[in-house]
């Protein structure tokens, strides 16, 4: 499945080069914000943002990896998805609170602390050095 829709893809023959680019832009971010706007609902989080407010980088700024949108969006998600974070989970999707990262570290992401990910590097980091010892 492609992220863009039979009739997107029809009008996409239509534009430039550039134009494309930039539909399928807007598409991804319509896409997130949709999302993030049904799970802010859902669990009633904070919720202020616009779909201009989202910025798609070239690579994840967490893991450096590849942002490839694939079908973004529409749960078929692979290790260089684009997804929307909450920087800080509470404060919920708002202006300043978001960013966009890869699903993997969204995943890495979701269910620890920064303190407990420090913690499980220190100690893996130390027996990864044992066992080469």
């Not at 494309?20 to 989080?45: C, G, I, M």
């Not at 942002?67 to 692979?78: M, S």
């Not at 620890?112 to 050095?129: D, F, I």
Request: aromatic share 6%; hydrophobic share 40%; glycine share 6%.
């Amino acid at each position: 499945m492609s992220l863009l829709s039979l009739k997107d893809l029809q009008l996409m023959n239509n534009l430039t080069p550039e134009e494309r680019e930039f539909h399928k832009d807007f598409v991804l971010r319509q896409r997130l914000h949709t999302s993030a706007r049904y799970r802010a609902k859902e669990r009633h989080l904070p919720f202020n943002i616009k779909p201009s407010d989202i910025v798609v980088p070239e690579v994840c700024p967490l893991l450096g990896i590849k942002l490839r949108p694939g079908d973004a969006g529409r749960g078929n998600h692979h290790a260089g998805s684009p997804t929307l974070d909450r920087i800080i989970p509470d404060l919920g999707y708002v202006k300043g609170n978001i960013q966009v990262i890869s699903f993997r570290a969204n995943m890495l992401k979701s269910n620890a602390s920064l303190e407990e990910l420090e913690l499980l590097v220190k100690n893996w980091r130390a027996q990864k050095q044992a066992k080469v010892a």
